[in-house]
């Protein structure tokens, strides 16, 4: 009987496919270019294997690409359809089951059946890092903590792959709020295994959360050679570097890396890099920093893609390119076209895209094409019922963090001063340290007039303090 490297049953699997699936779910772990490839190697040594189908399957929704995911769900079927489904252990059973409800647009059932799955089988990786990804796309901060974190006590301390489930736990205990835990599991993965890139990712993002952007350079700059080059994560984790640099006033700085690495003549034109890109242009954007002809150049390579309804989170970084490159008819044209598919679905059939881009998608959308119009209350009256929910389509606090200061900067600009009050009151509760809270203070402190700056001057020097030497206290003009 073949069995993969932590003692699972591998059905209708030779032993050189075992070794490539071995391979794979290590590239997975560790967000390694090649693990694509060693996906279809496995398929090529073992075409009859249920579980090199399906993570083949998996590969093709991991990277939210419509055309990958057409593709999977064809090459899916025919293998599908030939397969006596009650021969199969009951492992490969539920990934066969897990991947066919992703490529089916359940979102949901699948991460429920990985979860299952886990019950029965705590030392089954692949199964634990899809439903991970799976949590993260549909914005489960306490699945995302939980689903590894229950798993783990199964998992030996010097297994080498506890490691990276170390750094997934470490990502799932930050998005759920538990920043001194976060920090802690996440360095002690980063010190077992120093590239272990979705480690760093969640202290990272702890740094970020906090308004820690001083502490955040100096954890990325201390461990460049493991992070910046060589990895999946490679752009996204220079996209975090941006944010800090922006943090620190060093536009500079950001807009270096937004032209070496986040999108420039040879980019790859993968949506997860776009979607970085055009994040950190919307950042300038609420800052009125003009990029005229980045936007262009995004917008352009957004309007290449031609994608048809995937994945809402996708398309509102799509319309942030359109409304950032002034393309308002456009983005007009984008959402219309997602409100006709949307009225074609049916009601009732289980699809979490349809549901994301009803609740949360179509109204940030239509929300940043008014920002870009100037239209502020409107912007307030669309993003105001939703911003506690904004979760639900997916992605991080600090992704999602765009839409909030988007909401923040049209409160400010529409004199909504009652509601700018409170969302100021919200972030700087939550973190004290960061310049833009303060900033955006100050800002709504003259919008007030000579009333509101007395107030803010009434603030603790404690308060005040702190941000404003993290602020001197860094000058990084190198990347």
């Not at 991991?62 to 009650?86: I, K, Q, Y």
């Not at 003549?265 to 800052?287: N, P, Q």
Request: with cysteine.
């Amino acid at each position: 009987m073949v069995t993969d490297r932590y003692g699972n049953r591998l059905y209708e699997c030779t032993a050189e496919g075992a070794e490539h699936l071995d391979r794979a779910v290590e590239g997975l772990l560790f967000f390694r270019p090649e693990f694509p490839d060693a996906v279809a190697d496995a398929v090529a040594a073992s075409p009859a294997s249920p579980l090199a189908q399906a993570f083949a399957a998996y590969l093709g929704v991991l990277g939210t690409e419509s055309r990958d995911a057409a593709e999977a769900r064809r090459r899916f079927a025919e293998f599908d359809a030939g397969l006596d489904h009650s021969a199969l252990p009951r492992r490969e059973r539920m990934h066969m089951a897990a991947a066919e409800a992703w490529l089916a647009g359940d979102m949901g059932r699948a991460g429920q059946v990985l979860e299952e799955l886990v019950v029965e089988c705590p030392r089954d990786p692949l199964a634990l890092a899809v439903g991970h990804q799976l949590d993260f796309f549909t914005g489960d901060a306490t699945r995302l903590r939980d689903r590894i974190g229950g798993a783990l006590p199964a998992w030996a301390a010097d297994d080498p792959h506890r490691g990276p489930l170390m750094g997934m736990y470490a990502f799932g205990l930050e998005e759920s709020g538990h920043y001194d835990r976060a920090q802690e599991v996440g360095r002690a993965a980063v010190e077992q295994n120093p590239h272990d890139i979705w480690a760093i990712h969640a202290v990272v993002h702890v740094h970020e959360m906090r308004g820690r952007f001083a502490e955040g350079i100096d954890f990325l700059e201390a461990r460049l050679d493991d992070w910046a080059s060589g990895s999946l994560l490679t752009v996204h984790s220079w996209w975090h570097y941006a944010l800090y640099a922006l943090e620190a006033g060093d536009t500079g700085t950001a807009l270096r890396i937004y032209d070496a690495v986040l999108h420039h003549k040879d980019s790859t034109g993968f949506v997860m890099e776009l979607l970085d890109a055009a994040a950190l242009l919307w950042r300038f954007l609420l800052d009125d920093l003009d990029q005229d002809a980045r936007w262009q150049t995004l917008a352009d390579a957004w309007a290449a893609r031609e994608d048809p309804p995937f994945y809402a989170f996708n398309d509102v970084h799509a319309v942030m390119a359109f409304a950032g490159a002034g393309r308002l008819e456009r983005a007009d044209e984008f959402v219309a076209d997602r409100r006709r598919w949307l009225a074609a679905q049916e009601e009732g059939r289980p699809h979490t895209n349809r549901v994301m881009t009803g609740e949360i998608g179509l109204p940030v959308c239509e929300a940043l094409v008014a920002y870009v119009r100037g239209d502020y209350a409107s912007v307030v009256e669309l993003l105001w019922p939703i911003r506690r929910r904004l979760h639900t389509f997916g992605g991080s606090h600090a992704q999602r963090d765009a839409i909030q200061r988007t909401l923040l900067e049209a409160a400010i600009r529409a004199r909504r001063d009652d509601l700018a009050r409170l969302l100021l009151g919200e972030r700087t509760g939550l973190s004290p340290h960061s310049p833009y809270n303060w900033l955006g203070q100050a800002r709504l402190a003259d919008a007030l007039g000579e009333a509101g700056r007395a107030a803010v001057a009434r603030a603790t020097a404690s308060e005040l303090a702190a941000p404003a030497a993290a602020r001197l206290s860094r000058n990084p003009h190198h990347t």
